[in-house]
Nanobody
Framework: QVQLVESGGGLVQAGGSLRLSCAAS????????MGWYRQAPGKQRELVAS???????NYASSVKGRFTISRDNDKNTVTLQMNSLRAEDTAVYYC????????????????WGQGTQVTVSS
């Protein structure tokens, strides 16, 4: 069984910062890309940032220059540092990872965390 557990959400004023963390655990063979998505009320889930195992990062244009994604391959963790937060960043943030489980190492699938609420007050 593979699990992703997020932490670090909360309430912050506009212009402030938050740091989200996600830890993958369980019967993991390897982890390919990891990323963060978000879903605001009434909107579709969207990609915020992703990072390959080698450290190549990709960002949504709306967060570029404000958010930084990083990962620790030894600890199976991914972190999203969010600075200069805006009211429009308010959403539930989900961690996702493309994982090869030990039970089926020949193929991978996406796993998701339970989500963490980020609320930015203006």
């Amino acid at each position: 069984q593979v699990q992703l557990v997020e932490s670090g959400g909360g309430l912050v004023q506009a212009g402030g910062s938050l740091r989200l963390s996600c830890a993958a655990s369980g019967s993991i063979f390897s982890i390919n890309s990891m990323g963060w998505y978000r879903q605001a009320p009434g909107k579709q889930r969207e990609l915020v940032a992703s990072i390959t195992r080698g450290g190549l990062a990709n960002y949504a244009s709306s967060v570029k220059g404000r958010f930084t994604i990083s990962r620790d391959n030894d600890k199976n963790t991914v972190t999203l540092q969010m600075n200069s937060l805006r009211a429009e960043d308010t959403a539930v943030y989900y961690c996702s990872a493309d994982i090869r489980a030990k039970i089926i190492p020949s193929s991978s699938r996406d796993y998701w965390g339970q989500g963490t609420q980020v609320t930015v007050s203006s």
